[in-house]
Structures are given as structure tokens and as C-alpha cells.
């Protein structure tokens, strides 16, 4: 069936560090690749997504790197801030276009 | 502001009762999604409803039901509730089916059952 596995499931990172979250996909049918990032109590938010006719994508600090043939894709955080600390979750496209969502990586930026 | 509203936003309950979310889709979305967040958990897929038709369930149980109406807004029932079902529930919608588009979620229902 559609399985998203995540890793790391928690982060800890100084501020100023590169972080990355890694994640797999069972569906080779999958053709769209969001992330999401949960504040506490909070709601997800889209904050960047791929598509699979794409390698790679950029906005500002983070960017999402695709391998479909190794069926994973990857979250970079670059210059981390304490207010990037939250629940990051991955999500890839399922039957019906669905999502299928990771298990969620807790990151903690330092000051 | 995401666009989708769901009321209430807490809701406190007794076990053995039954509570009924509701939320209400973006403008134009077709697609309602449900999905459930217990303390520290990720986000378990409930079922998604498309243009007034069930299209997917997930791990729901059968002491939950759904629908979505004619106007598309769509209405989350919990019933015999049990202690475990305290938990963050959020509803989601999204575009257009077959398209890929990203969700957009709601604030939230925190439902405490006591």
C-alpha cells in the first residue's frame, strides 16, 4: 500500500546550522511532494512542494530535492533560526491524489 | 486566515456522547479531507470526501461517520466516545482531484472527552 517513511524523527540544530529531512515513498505513481511545517497547537502549512517532472526547488532558505528513481525526496533548511523550530511533516500524492503524509520530524533550532 | 473554517474550535465532552465538527471548504474546493492528531502524533488520514462522494477511507473507526452536502461543507461525526479519542482533528481541502495540489487546512478541532 501508499507508505511514507521519515527520518530523522526529531532534529536538533544550532541556529546558523543547515538541517535536512529525509523521506521515502512506496507509490512510483506518486507525481506531487509537499512539506508541511506544524507550530504547536497549530495548523500545517504548506511551505514548499515538487512535482515530479522537477529535480529540485528553491525559495529563499529551504529547497526540496527529488530522486524518483530512488523514490526519496529531501528538505534543506539552510541558515536555521530558532523560529524555524516546529513539526516538519512530508506528504506524497496517493491514489486519488490523496496525500500520504510522513510520520513528522520535531526540528529544534538553538540559539 | 486559510480559507477553511472549521467550528468548533474546542470542544469538551464526556465519554459515551456523540459530537459532530464541521468544516467548510475553501471557495471552489471539491475535495474535503479529514485526518485525526493525537498528542505528539502525526496526522492520520481519516476519509475524503470529493464533490459530495465518498472517495477514500482510512483508518477510521466505525464509531465515526461522515458526509459532505450539496454546498460542500462537510460534517465529522463522533459517537460513544471514548477517552482516546481526545485529539486535534483538522479538515483539509484541496483543489481540484487529479491534479496534485496541495492541501489547505483548517485551525483545528481540539476535542477533550472526559
Known amino acids: 500500500g501508499e507508505n511514507v517513511e521519515q527520518h530523522p524523527s526529531t532534529l536538533s540544530v544550532q541556529e546558523g546550522d543547515s538541517a535536512v529531512i529525509k523521506c521515502t515513498y512506496s507509490d512510483s505513481a506518486s507525481n506531487y511532494f509537499p512539506w508541511y511545517k506544524q507550530e504547536l497547537g497549530k495548523r500545517p502549512q504548506l511551505i514548499i512542494d515538487i512535482r515530479s517532472n522537477v529535480g529540485e526547488k528553491k525559495d529563499q532558505r529551504i529547497a526540496v530535492t527529488l530522486n524518483k528513481t530512488a523514490k526519496h525526496f529531501s528538505l534543506h533548511i539552510t541558515e536555521t533560526q530558532p523560529e524555524d523550530s516546529a513539526v516538519y511533516f512530508c506528504a506524497a500524492s496517493g491514489s486519488f491524489q490523496k496525500l500520504v503524509f510522513g510520520t513528522g520530524t520535531r526540528l529544534l533550532v538553538s540559539p | 486566515d486559510s480559507g477553511v473554517t472549521q467550528t468548533p474550535k474546542h470542544l469538551i465532552t464526556a465519554t459515551g456522547q456523540r459530537v459532530t465538527l464541521r468544516c467548510s471548504p475553501r471557495?471552489?474546493?471539491?475535495?474535503v479531507y479529514w485526518y485525526q492528531q493525537s498528542l505528539d502524533q502525526g496526522l492520520q488520514f481519516l476519509i475524503h470526501y470529493y464533490n459530495g462522494e465518498e472517495r477514500a477511507k482510512g483508518n477510521i473507526l466505525e464509531r465515526f461517520s461522515a458526509q459532505q452536502f450539496p454546498d460542500l461543507h462537510s460534517e465529522l461525526n463522533l459517537s460513544s466516545l471514548e477517552l482516546g479519542d481526545s485529539a486535534l482533528y483538522f479538515c483539509?481541502?484541496?483543489?481540484?482531484?487529479?491534479?496534485?495540489?496541495?492541501?489547505?487546512f483548517g485551525s483545528g478541532t481540539r476535542l477533550t472527552v472526559v
Open positions: 471557495s471552489g474546493d471539491l475535495s
Open positions: 483539509a481541502s484541496s483543489a481540484t482531484r487529479g491534479q496534485g495540489y496541495g492541501y489547505t
